[in-house]
């Protein structure tokens, strides 16, 4: 088993920036990749981005593509997710996820981001 639990979640105003991060727990050996998703209201869950265990391999959804960047560390058994220049769109409930081997899946509860003036 493995327990997410996200952090950084808030309010900021179109451009500004938040850091999001997920401390993962457990059975952390067993993880591949990690990753962001996203969900707005009445919407589907998307991908935002994800990271391999390595870190030497990343994927961004196009809309976040040069504004948002995802790292880890290992050490620390911490991922985060910089979104900058952050739009109105970008606002939803953004979910933490790690995949295991292929088969199984872990998700965090959630955190709001809410970009607004």
């Known amino acids: 088993q493995v327990q997410l639990v996200e952090s950084g979640g808030g309010s900021v105003q179109p451009g500004g920036s938040l850091r999001l991060a997920c401390a993962a727990s457990?059975?952390?050996?067993?993880?591949?990749?990690m990753g962001w998703y996203r969900q707005d209201t009445g919407k589907q869950r998307e991908l935002v981005a994800r990271?391999?265990?390595?870190?030497?391999?990343?994927f961004y959804a196009h809309s976040v593509k040069g504004r948002f960047t995802i790292s880890r560390d290992n050490a620390k058994n911490l991922v985060y997710l910089q979104m900058n220049s952050l739009k109105p769109e970008d606002t939803a409930v953004y979910y933490c996820?790690?995949?295991?081997?292929?088969?199984?899946?872990?998700w965090g509860q959630g955190t709001q981001v809410t970009v607004s003036s």
């Open positions: 990271i391999t265990t390595s870190g030497d391999f990343t």
């Open positions: 996820w790690a995949g295991v081997r292929g088969v199984y899946e872990y």
């Open positions: 457990g059975s952390i050996f067993s993880i591949n990749v």
